[in-house]
């Protein structure tokens, strides 16, 4: 057996928030949408994992999401220009990748990062 990818699942009333915050302020694209489910990813190529973490690394909160970009000042500017408040960074962490928190509009912690 493949494990071929794996979906992150958010309960919530309202999906026009999610079409939103991942679709209008970090840009990824709507893949699937039947009314009580949307889904949104990327038509690149991306990789399959899942982590399990005790602590967020640098005596941060574990976040419920990691999500990697190939600009993060630009999605920096998007999330300012959205007015949704950073919680945590941004800051080069001492493995290589730069990164800050956000809350999505459901109260999930996002960790948008970068390598370096």
Avoid: C
Wanted: no cysteine.
């Amino acid at each position: 057996m493949k494990v071929k990818r794996i979906v992150a699942n958010v309960e919530t009333q309202d999906i026009s928030k999610a079409k939103y915050f991942y679709g209008e302020v970090l840009g990824l694209d709507q893949l699937m949408d039947m009314g009580f489910i949307a889904t949104f990813g990327s038509h690149e190529k991306m990789d399959t994992q899942i982590s399990f973490l005790s602590e967020g690394g640098s005596g941060t909160p574990v976040p419920d999401l990691s999500i990697e970009v190939d600009d993060l000042d630009d999605a920096l500017t998007r999330i300012k220009k959205a007015e949704i408040p950073i919680e945590y960074g941004p800051i080069e962490e001492p493995w290589g990748v730069r990164r800050f928190y956000v809350k999505d509009p459901f109260g999930k912690l996002v960790n948008i990062l970068s390598h370096l």
